[in-house]
Structures are given as structure tokens and as C-alpha cells.
């Protein structure tokens, strides 16, 4: 924007004469003849410092200090000077101090102030800085390490000087006294600082005021209100300013309990929490304000009531269905009468039959009806709860009731609900109907969906009918019994089962190699022949013809190791297929082992394998991978073994598979073998084992790789090295570091290359060094129940690192108590023994660590002891 746009501005919005510098002011539009803003420059700035009391800082340029960054202490306070006369007579609603920081020390620590002060000039300095009059503002730590647009209130202090009719208006900064002197409250701001002069128009006046969404009720009791409560209203700013609704409610009756909420957005919101109020008429009302602090009027009141109480739990009552009795019947359908139980605002009910949950209207008198048809017998219940107008929920009300039993039962012995073995198409069946009501004298009954039929009962209200089923599967028998005064019961639905599959038996556990007879006999009519196969191999059926019975052999021979289920399925004149028949068989299948003598891990290792087999009259084995199943080795029984040998050709996994064979030709089930082959070196060490000492020691190397000439290997992840391979093996010796904490972990890795360069796979070999010394006692052996109390015992210690000439140790007791520190020199071997005499029985610990010469010490280490 230019400076001649800025001043045109300024004389629309605040008729600031044009007789305004350059620098003393400029301004923005921000919304057309709404808001204006304007800035006004300084007209003086400076700081005084404590360290330099008479010396005059006059407009500094870029940095305003205040508080001390030292602890001399340069105590520092700037000032900043603006003239006030072109804003006399003009509109203003907000003033701003605009400040940025430039430069702090803590984040945490701010104490910033902005006071009123007396004049500053050019020749103000600390000895005649200007006297604080009032403090217009102040800023604490809130989170923020440094705010490059600072701003402060100053609206106050600007209208009042300009109610004056003062012309100037001098504002100083500095740090709160109590930590005037601490550098770590020191920061510097921008240089000069400006006041954003805005004339805002307030928002509007707040519209569509709602209670929980329904509209204003500016009278009565307006909407209910229980656990949930939002106000909102429309809001909005001329300015486009973000703008929030100030909301307040009171009760109606005591308007001096007010309560007070705010809510942005638009519609503007508020949530009050209603377990903080009383039950009761409420009044409500809401005034916009927009960022600026502007306010509209306000809007409303509106009501609305709070109702926190719940319903009582309902009464329920049924007179088919009485409570905690038995009643009605199944498929007797029973009035439940709901009621409110006393509560004066039910409007509906939630009710559960045992499966979903369903509502249903209350009445005018708060009571509703539904209707409930049991489908079983025997204990049942309704849950019931009420619900009021503001949605309070009652409790549960669990009525319980007895649904009679008056239906008949129904029973057969041919044809049992899940199926016998007697049954079949066009096999007749007795079923016998008993009462479950008293005088019952006839029952109706149909099967499935055909014609109805009515027997008599005798005088003990039972019958019988006989019923040939003429087809298979599943069939539903419906009876229904009446009584002598007409009243028919609900109907019982029998339902059973057909099966019309043939009856196949003959002996379950058979031997791979033999042959069986299975009889097949029918049970539907007419049958002339049968199929039968078995279930690993649809394809291969065998057909045999039935005798005049409809019965038939089935000879069967075992040939292959998955014939475990026979399935057999009959055929009638007119070519019907009755169901598949299965049976089961234990199939003996002869399986063979698979061993091993020699080493199969490693690679070019020549390994002797082992097949043995429990079949007669075993001939030969045959044997493969499953890598290459095309390829396949045979080998001859001897006895019921034979062995062969094999080579693994690489590294990597292999299973083997084997199988015997009969002089008949069958082959038995298969066993097999896995196992990995590798050709990683093998790693081993006398000297470094799980836990090794700071000594001199070595490593063998033992190669597994077939034209291994040498081995490569790495300690702790460093670079490779390689030691050639005699015969195969190499001794690496080895000094360790010593480990400075008294232990360390490392890692060996190694592998062997060829002639060719080609590597093997990767051995990783973990050991841990320690410095701490042995410990030995031939009267206290480590972790064993010896000795005894006032039984003294020595102690050898043996170093765990070069150079020990002292050992020093102390004793633990079981209950935390330790002796003294003592100290024993060691010998020419690095070896150092003392004794001592447990006091009490009980457990020890003796602690021990080796020192140098140089004062180095070892780790340290605990002999347990176990004094008897």
C-alpha cells in the first residue's frame, strides 16, 4: 500500500488531519467503512542503565533492552514517547502497544511490564528516568520462548490521556522488581515500538436462539433438559472478525444464581453441565463479542427446564400370564400391561422378550400394552424400563412368569428325532402321542405338508399311529390335542430323520496288503444293486447286484495306504440313488522308519541312512527327495532294513521320503526325514567359554566347508581377518582387552573361504570376558550345605586378570549385614587366600575384586555359601 493510499485512508476512517508525518503514522483498510486501523510512530525512544547512571540512551537504533543480562547489575528500562493529538475527537475502541521481542535467555522466564510513566527526553538518564505512574499491563511466561508480535493493552491509558487533552503519552517497559536483577528475565524488543489505533464495530445482535435445538420459548417451561443441555444462536461480525457467543442462564426463580458460558463457531454454543443445577425453570440469554472485545446487545431470554429425576421402575402385570406363576401356554398369546409406577412424565418404554428391544408409546395415563406369544415352555421374562419426557431411564423391572406346557409330547423308538438305524423309506413306524393338558380325548396330526388325520385317545389320553415315511431326509410331524371341551392345544412339531442310506458292516480295523467282506443292506425299497468305492479314489467305483432281500457282499482288498473310507451307495429299479453310506476303517498301513548313523549336517558329508519297516513279506524300499521327486532309489530288504548312503551335493533343507513294498506288489505308507544341511565353521575355545578371564587364551577353528583353505574371521564387528587352514582347522590365539566395567560382552565371527574365494555360511560365537578373580574353598564348596557356624574355612582367589598383587573382600549375610573391607596381598602366582569362620548358620555371600599395582581394579564377584 502506498503512503498517499495510507493517509486518504486515515482521513476516511479516523479525519486525522494530513498534517500527520510519514513516519509518525500509517494506516490499513481491513473491512470498508467498518474497522479502521491506524498506526501511530513514536516520537522518542531510549533506555537508561543502572551501570551508567548518568548517560543518556536516545534512540537506540533496532533493540530496546530491560531487565539485566548480567549481574553487575546493568539494570535497564525503556521508554517510548507518542503524540497523542491527532486522535483527539476521533473514534477509537482498541489501542495496541506493538512490541516484538528480539532476544531472550529462558524460556521460562518472563516478567515483562508496561507502566505509565512522566516524560522522556533525550537527556533522561538512570538518575532522572521517568516516575512510574500506573502499570498498564504486564506479561508472564505462557509457553512461549520469544513472541516477535508482542502486543499490550494500553487502551485505557490512551483514552485517558486523550480525555485530558494530554498531547504526549510516555510508556515504559521493564522488569518486574522481584526479578529486575535476575538475567535470566533479560530481553530486548524491537526498536521504536507503535500503537495500532483500531475503531471496531461491534458484532450483531445474536439471532435463531435454540434450547437443545428447539426453538426460543420466551415463556412457560421451554424444552426439558436431563443429562445433555446445548444454547446456541446464530452469530455473526460486520467485520468478518471471529466472533463468539457470551452466554448466561439462571434459575427463574432466583436470577441472582447466575452461571456464565462462552462458545465460538456459528452457530455459537454452550454446554452447561446440568448435574450442576437443581431441577427447575431456567432463563437464558447470549450477546456476541468479536476479538476485539466488541459487544452486541443481547439477545433472548429464552427458557428452558432441567429434569435430572428418573422414573420409577414400571409395574408390569399380564393376566394370561401372572407373575412368578405359571399361566397361558406356548403359542398362547398374553396381554403385559405396563405402568408408570407413580412417576408423572412417562412417555415411553423399552421391553426385551429375550431377544431385541423394542419401544413402545406411553399412553395418556403414562401406561402401554403389548402383546408376546412364548414359542417354549418354562421359565421366561420381560425387561422393562421407562423412559420420561427430558429421557431420564428408569431401572429395570425383570417380570417373570411360567409359560404351561399344554402341548402333547411326541415319541418313536424307529424314528428317534436324530435318526436310527431300523428306520427307512417305506418302513413303518409307531408314534405315540401323549397329553400335556388334562381330558384330552382326540389329537389331529399330519406329516409334513400332507392331509390332516384324527385319532382318538384312550383313558389315559395317549395314542399310537403308525406312519411309513415314502421318502428319505428330513421330516416334521405336527400333533395338536384336544379336550373334551373342544379346546385344542398349540401344535407340537416332531421332527426326525429318514435315512435312507444303506447299513454297511464288516470289521473296522484291517491291514494294508489283505482283503475284507462288507454287507451292504438296504433301507429304502426296491434295491437291485449297490456301488461302492473308496474316497481317495472317486473314480474307481465297483457295482455288485442285491439279492432279492436288497442286500449284497462287498469284497474289498486293501492295495494302497489311503483306502480309509469305504463309501457305498444303493440303486432302485427305477435308477434312484439312495444317500452315500461311510464307514470308517482303521487302516493298518505299515509305515516304515527313517534313521541315521553319521553326520547329515555338514556339507560333502557322507551319511548312512537306516530304513526299517513292520510289513510281511517286505521285499524292497524305495526312497527319494522331495526336492526331486522324479528321481527315486530302491534298495532291498534284508530281514526288515536296509541302509543306504547319501551325500548332500549342497547346503540348505532336505526331506527324504521312503516307502516299503510287498513280494504282492502294495506299497506301504510313507515316513520321512528333515534336516538342514550348512557348512559353517565350528568355533570352540577352552579359554573363552560363556564367561572367560582377561588371560591370554585361543580359539579352534574347525573347517566344514568342502576346499576350506583358510578362515576369516572378525571380533566385534570390526574388519576381517584371515589365518590359513591346516587340515582343515586353525588356533587363533588371543589377548583380550580388559574390559573396563569389569565385564564385557563380545562377538567372534567366522567362515572359510576356498581356493576360489567362495565363502561359507557365517559362525557367530559369543563370550563374555570378565577381570573379576576365581573363588575356591575346599571346606565351603560353592553353593553347597557345609560346614557349620564357628567352623573356620580358606578362601583361595585366583586373578582374573594380569597384574594382581591384593585381593579385597568382604562377607554378606543373608539379612544385608557385611563385615569389614579387608585386604590379603597376593603371591607370585597372582594367587591370595584368607579365612574365616561364619558366626551362624544360614546363607553368605563372599565378595571379592583383585587390584593392581597402579590401584586398577578387577571386577567384582560373590562366592555364595551355604553354612549348615
Keep these: 500500500m502506498t503512503l498517499r493510499r495510507s493517509l486518504t485512508l486515515l482521513t476516511v476512517a479516523l479525519a486525522i488531519p494530513l498534517t500527520v508525518t510519514e513516519s509518525a503514522m500509517a494506516a490499513t483498510e481491513t473491512a470498508a467503512q467498518q474497522r479502521s486501523e491506524a498506526t501511530l510512530s513514536a516520537t522518542s525512544w531510549g533506555y537508561v542503565d543502572s551501570a551508567e547512571p548518568t548517560t543518556a540512551h536516545f534512540k537506540p537504533a533496532d533493540r530496546l533492552p530491560i531487565g539485566t543480562w548480567d549481574t553487575t547489575p546493568h539494570l535497564q528500562r525503556s521508554y517510548v514517547d507518542f503524540d497523542l493529538s491527532s486522535l483527539r475527537g476521533k473514534p477509537f475502541t482498541t489501542v ?51 513472541d516477535n508480535n508482542a502486543t499490550f493493552d494500553v487502551t485505557t491509558a490512551v483514552r485517558d490521556a486523550v480525555g485530558h487533552k494530554e498531547r504526549h503519552l510516555t510508556l515504559g517497559f521493564r522488569v518486574a522488581e522481584a526479578h529486575e536483577a535476575d538475567p535470566a528475565f533479560y530481553r530486548l524488543i524491537e526498536a521504536p515500538p507503535t500503537l495500532r489505533v483500531v475503531d471496531n464495530a461491534p458484532p450483531a445482535t445474536p439471532a435463531d436462539l435454540r434450547t437443545n435445538d428447539a426453538p426460543c420459548a420466551k415463556d412457560g417451561t421451554g424444552p426439558l433438559a436431563s443429562r445433555q443441555l446445548e444454547l446456541s444462536a446464530q452469530v455473526s461480525d460486520p467485520n468478518g472478525d471471529l466472533t463468539s457467543g457470551q452466554f448466561a442462564w439462571w434459575p427463574v426463580a432466583d436470577p441472582s444464581q447466575r452461571h456464565t458460558g462462552a462458545g465460538s463457531g456459528n452457530p455459537a454454543a454452550a454446554y452447561p453441565d446440568t448435574s450442576d443445577l437443581a431441577d427447575g425453570t431456567y432463563a437464558w440469554e447470549v450477546y456476541a463479542q468479536d476479538s476485539w472485545g466488541a459487544k452486541s446487545a443481547t439477545a433472548g431470554p429464552c427458557r428452558f427446564t432441567v429434569d435430572r429425576t428418573d422414573p420409577h421402575a414400571p409395574a408390569v402385570v399380564s393376566a394370561t400370564y401372572p407373575a412368578n406363576a405359571e399361566g397361558g401356554g406356548v403359542g398362547v398369546a398374553g396381554q403385559f400391561t405396563f405402568s408408570p409406577n407413580g412417576s408423572t412424565d412417562v412417555a415411553r418404554y ?17 401406561t402401554a400394552t403389548v402383546s408376546y406369544t412364548p414359542t417354549a415352555n418354562g421359565w421366561q421374562s420381560v425387561v422393562v424400563r ?18 404351561k406346557e399344554t402341548r402333547p409330547t411326541v415319541t418313536s423308538d424307529r424314528y428317534p428325532p436324530q435318526g436310527g438305524p431300523d428306520g427307512g423309506i417305506g418302513v413303518p413306524g409307531m408314534f405315540r402321542f401323549a397329553p400335556g393338558m388334562p381330558n384330552v380325548v382326540a389329537y389331529d396330526y399330519r406329516l409334513d405338508d400332507g392331509a390332516s388325520a384324527t385319532v382318538r385317545a384312550g383313558q389315559d389320553g395317549v395314542a399310537e399311529v403308525t406312519i411309513t415315511p415314502a421318502t428319505g431326509g428330513d421330516h416334521v410331524l405336527f400333533v395338536r390335542s384336544t379336550d373334551a371341551s373342544g379346546v385344542a392345544s398349540p401344535e407340537r412339531e416332531y421332527r426326525f430323520f429318514v435315512d435312507a442310506s444303506p447299513v454297511v458292516s464288516g470289521p473296522d480295523n484291517v491291514d494294508l496288503g489283505t482283503s475284507a467282506t462288507y454287507t451292504a443292506t438296504p433301507r429304502m425299497p426296491a434295491v437291485v444293486e449297490y456301488d461302492y468305492w473308496f474316497a481317495s479314489a472317486e473314480s474307481t467305483k465297483w457295482t455288485v447286484k442285491a439279492n432279492a432281500g436288497g442286500a449284497t457282499a462287498l469284497p474289498v482288498e486293501f492295495t494302497s495306504a489311503d483306502q480309509n473310507l469305504l463309501r457305498v451307495q444303493a440303486r432302485d429299479a427305477s435308477g434312484g440313488l439312495s444317500p452315500v453310506a461311510e464307514k470308517r476303517l482303521s487302516l493298518n498301513t505299515w509305515r516304515p522308519e527313517i534313521g541315521y548313523e553319521g553326520d547329515i549336517g ?111 574371521y572378525s571380533f566385534d564387528w570390526g574388519p576381517f581377518q584371515q589365518v590359513a587352514a591346516q587340515n582343515g582347522r586353525a588356533v587363533l590365539a588371543w589377548t583380550p582387552p580388559l574390559p573396563p566395567d569389569g565385564s564385557a560382552s563380545h562377538t567372534l565371527r567366522v567362515h572359510t573361504v576356498t581356493a576360489d574365494n567362495v565363502s561359507s555360511q557365517e559362525n557367530t560365537y559369543y563370550f ?43 562377607v554378606r549375610d543373608d539379612r544385608g549385614a557385611v563385615t569389614a573391607e579387608s585386604t590379603v596381598p597376593a603371591d607370585g602366582s597372582g594367587a591370595g587366600t584368607m579365612t574365616w569362620t561364619p558366626p551362624d548358620r544360614g546363607t553368605y555371600a563372599v565378595i571379592v575384586w583383585g587390584t593392581m599395582a597402579d590401584g586398577t581394579r578387577s571386577g567384582g564377584i560373590g562366592y555364595s555359601v551355604y553354612v549348615n
Design 602 to 712: 555338514t556339507e560333502g558329508k557322507t551319511a548312512t541312512f537306516t530304513f526299517t519297516t513292520p510289513m510281511p513279506n517286505a521285499v524292497e524300499f524305495e526312497y527319494w527327495l522331495t526336492a526331486d521327486p522324479a528321481t527315486r532309489w530302491t534298495v532291498p530288504v534284508s530281514g526288515n532294513t536296509a541302509k543306504a548312503t547319501f551325500t548332500p551335493p549342497k547346503i540348505g533343507d532336505y526331506e527324504m521320503v521312503a516307502r516299503a513294498k510287498n513280494a504282492a506288489g502294495v506299497w506301504s505308507a510313507t515316513d520321512n526325514l528333515t534336516w538342514t544341511v550348512t557348512n559353517d565353521p565350528t568355533v570352540s575355545s577352552k579359554e573363552f567359554q560363556a564367561n572367560g578371564r582377561a588371560f591370554p587364551g585361543s580359539f579352534t577353528f574347525d573347517a566344514r566347508q568342502p576346499g576350506a583353505v583358510a578362515f576369516e
Design 350 to 366: 423399552d421391553y426385551n422378550f429375550g431377544s431385541d428391544t423394542r419401544e413402545i408409546a406411553a399412553g395418556p395415563d403414562g
Design 96 to 146: 495496541l502497544l506493538s512490541a516484538g521481542e528480539t532476544h531472550y535467555v529462558d524460556c521460562d522466564s518472563r516478567a515483562t511490564e508496561v507502566w505509565r510513566t512522566s516524560a522522556y527526553t533525550k537527556q533522561t538518564t538512570w538518575q532522572n528516568r521517568p516516575a512510574e505512574r500506573t502499570r498498564v499491563a504486564s506479561r508472564g511466561a505462557d509457553g512461549t520462548c520469544i
Design 386 to 403: 421407562a423412559w420420561d419426557r427430558a429421557g431420564n431411564l428408569s431401572l429395570s423391572t425383570y417380570y417373570s412368569f411360567i409359560v
Design 768 to 810: 563374555t570376558v570378565l577381570s573379576a578373580p576365581y573363588v575356591s574353598s575346599k571346606e565351603y564348596p560353592e553353593g553347597e550345605w557345609s560346614g557349620g557356624a564357628g567352623v573356620p574355612g580358606t578362601f583361595t582367589f585366583t586373578p582374573g586378570m594380569p597384574g594382581i598383587v591384593s585381593y579385597t573382600y568382604y
